[in-house]
């Protein structure tokens, strides 16, 4: 059960900045559909509902997405079903019910680096930018691997390119938090390869990524390329799975991503 002392609505970043920084205990509240499950005593509770961050806009270049726009809204979104060949609206929409997808926010997710993330794992196999409002424009890997400060995420810019992108997850049921979840892109022959729920937070296989781009694709390039991704990269159990049927299924999960990518025009 989480109890919460006193409950803020700020009118602008700076003031939500500066309630965030007044106590130790006081947190940010995103879709709270995690944070609810938890047992915290919380002072203030600061809601961005009244910051207008809830948007998804594209330019020439980049698509940009607002902190609080929902799992929901990421599904349904014409911009992000037509960009990126759908990868973030496909992520998501498998995600428990539809209930649930209208509670959960991007920027909480991506903010608390949730290891059972679909979303951080495809935010991953792209050109991503988090923009903080106090330690400005960082990669989101350098976000993901630094260590926690507390801050306010208020967007994400994704660069738009050619990439094709795929992904997929593997699920005990339906309506479960995935066992692992697989994202690819591929860019002018450059290949990217991440991997998330393994059951820690998303990461990139840099060893596979690079060998697939240095080389031309055959039965031989891709089985090693999908053991390189099980070396490289560290898996662990958990009552969902163990560690060796995660380091299998992900062999089997960017096998398949690599020769369904190769056949797109």
Known sequence: MITIKDYAIPTNLEEAYETLQNRRNNVILGGCSFLRMGSKNIN????L???NLDFISETDN???????ATFRSLETSPILQNNFNGIL???VKDIVG???RNNVTLGATVYSKYGFSDLITALLCLDVKVCLHKGGIIPLDTFLENKYEKDILTKIIISKDSSKCYFASMRNSHSDY?????ALSNRDGQWKISVGARPMKAQIANNASSYLSENELNDY????ACELSSQELVFGSNLRASKKFRQE????????????VMTWK
């Open 249 to 260: 299924i992900c062999k089997v999960l960017i096998n398949r991503g690599i020769r369904e």
């Open 44 to 47: 203030t509770a600061i809601d």
């Open 98 to 100: 539809i209930q649930f």
């Open 178 to 182: 995935a066992i692992l979840n697989v």
């Open 89 to 91: 609206s496909k992520c």
């Open 221 to 224: 390039t891709i089985e090693y």
């Open 49 to 51: 509902s009244k910051l």
């Open 62 to 68: 980049t698509v940009e997405i607002g902190a609080m």
